[in-house]
């Protein structure tokens, strides 16, 4: 029978690189009239490769962060582009409920297991 930590390990680390991303992305749309601002985006997809092959979250995150290439460059060096900061955001938070929501389930059904239900 696998251990707790095994049981939460996928989604707990995906809801800690969501969370993560998140707040890269709402630092970014906050940043959107800072001159020279550089915005910064999460891989998620390769990050949580890498943390299922046994890498750590933290390190996962760091390595699979970087940069992001702007469309159309400003003058002032800003890489914001808000658009599609907001859209990247709002679909990275529907994801982030969505885990929520599975890693609930999976607590309840942990639940039920307990009471014999």
Do not use: C, W
Request: glycine share 6%.
């Amino acid at each position: 029978m696998p251990s707790l930590d095994q049981v939460f390990a996928l989604n707990g680390g995906a809801l800690k690189l969501r969370s993560q991303r998140l707040n890269m992305l709402a630092s970014n749309i906050a940043n959107a009239s800072t001159p020279g601002y550089k915005a910064k985006d999460l891989d998620f997809d390769r990050a949580m490769q890498q943390a299922q092959k046994g890498s750590s979250i933290d390190k996962a995150m760091s390595d699979h962060t970087g940069f992001r290439v702007p469309l159309q460059p400003s003058l002032d060096g800003n890489t914001v582009e808000l658009a599609v900061e907001q859209t990247l955001f709002a679909e990275n938070a529907i994801q982030y409920r969505t885990t929520l929501s599975f890693l609930n389930g999976q607590v309840s059904s942990i639940k039920r297991a307990l009471k014999g239900e």
